[in-house]
């Protein structure tokens, strides 16, 4: 692994509420052990359990199939809560039907084109899954794996650290892979994720979490309206497959300029044509921070009509941000309603699609001896 990844290391980020839950609206109250039940069972037998846990104003449901960010509460200005991650209510849905609605995506988060590379002159053909493309591991990337769960509660922070080892070969990617992911929610409400692996051969990771938010609760109709700003003057244009083309281009004059908040719906119907590629936003935004050794501000989104907001800080050097473009009304969400294009929308740390093809972009190699380390914090507020 290059030197900048061998270095990052866990970090705080800005402090989001410090309002707890009871009764439907945020009052101050300590974080409370998570509680476990049994969600559903799998097709060969496996039990799949829901962990319930909350802290700091902030409530969250976590399954142990893929790590799924199940719901996600918090209170808007007037203190009252709603989920904001769009999602299921039963494991069938997840199972069958799910556009990776909260998991945890590896081992390789976005797409890898034509599902090959090659690392040290040896080539790897992975699983194709989109198109001609490998797509967030694989068709079954760690979002369809069943994690081992330990629940902890460490002074004021409470949380979960998931676990899978990724055998040699799977999907097609080389090493045994032990990854460990911690989901935290501290004393402020933020939930933070910390991410570690490591391997015994060669490999590439790009570990990254694949919530949709709808920051006015979801069901409520689309995102188009949240404001969005996102640390970056470069992107990476992509082909009609959604692959990079290698050169990051300047946001400036075009609708992926967001470095100043807008409205997500007011240039999303521009004829550009990436945008057209996407149908809608589907890219990589190459934050101006770079690789950093502590996680700073990537994005902030904010709902007009609830208040709330998110700030997404991560010391990764990319941020996708997918505007919801293709969901198509077939599912139907945890509200009981249909989900159609905008619902949601993902902003996903990462480093940058197809990197093991793209020498210019930032290493995802990892090598035995290192271990893969990136932090990511989201903070809630109203």
């Known amino acids: 692994m290059e030197l900048n990844r061998r270095t990052l290391i866990a970090g705080a980020a800005a402090a989001g509420l410090t309002a707890a839950a009871a009764g439907g609206t945020a009052h101050a109250s300590g974080g409370r052990k998570p509680v476990k039940e049994l969600f559903g069972t799998l097709a060969d037998g496996t039990k799949v359990y829901r962990w319930s846990l909350q802290n700091g104003g902030t409530r969250m449901k976590v399954l142990s199939y893929g790590g799924i960010v199940q719901s996600l509460e918090v209170p808007d200005r007037r203190g009252r809560y709603a989920n904001v991650s769009l999602g299921f209510d039963n494991l069938d849905d997840y199972v069958a039907s799910s556009p990776y609605f909260g998991a945890l995506i590896g081992r390789y988060g976005n797409r890898i084109g034509k599902g090959r590379f090659t690392l040290d002159g040896t080539a790897y053909q992975l699983s194709v899954n989109d198109g001609e493309n490998s797509l967030h591991g694989g068709a079954q990337g760690f979002d369809k794996r069943v994690w081992d769960v330990e629940p902890f509660t460490e002074g004021p922070d409470v949380g979960l650290r998931l676990y899978y080892t990724s055998a040699d070969g799977e999907m097609g990617y080389p090493g045994t892979l032990k990854v460990k992911v911690t989901y935290t929610l501290t004393r402020n409400g ?45 992107f990476t244009p992509v082909d009609k497959g959604l692959i990079p083309t290698g050169e990051p281009a300047r946001v400036a004059g075009t609708p992926f300029d967001f470095r100043r908040a807008k409205p997500i719906g007011r240039d999303i119907r521009t004829a550009h044509q990436q945008l057209l590629y996407g149908k809608g936003f589907d890219h990589n935004w190459v934050l101006d921070k770079g690789i950093t050794h502590r996680p700073e501000l990537a994005a902030t989104l904010r709902d007009p009509s609830s208040g709330r907001t998110l700030r997404i800080s991560t010391n990764e050097p990319g941020l996708q941000f997918y505007s919801g473009n293709f969901l198509d009304g077939t599912l139907v969400g945890t509200g009981g309603n249909v989900y159609r294009q905008g619902d949601g929308l993902c902003l996903e740390t990462q480093h940058f699609p197809d990197s093991p093809n793209q020498p210019s972009f930032p290493s995802t190699v990892l090598r035995p001896g290192e271990t893969y380390r990136t932090t990511t914090v989201h903070s809630f507020g109203s």
């Open 190 to 234: 933020d939930w933070r994720i910390d991410y570690r692996a490591t391997t015994d051969k060669p490999t590439v990771v790009n570990l990254t979490s694949h919530v949709y938010w709808n920051l006015a609760g979801e069901s409520s109709g689309t995102i188009y309206d949240h404001e969005l700003s996102i640390e970056a003057s470069r």
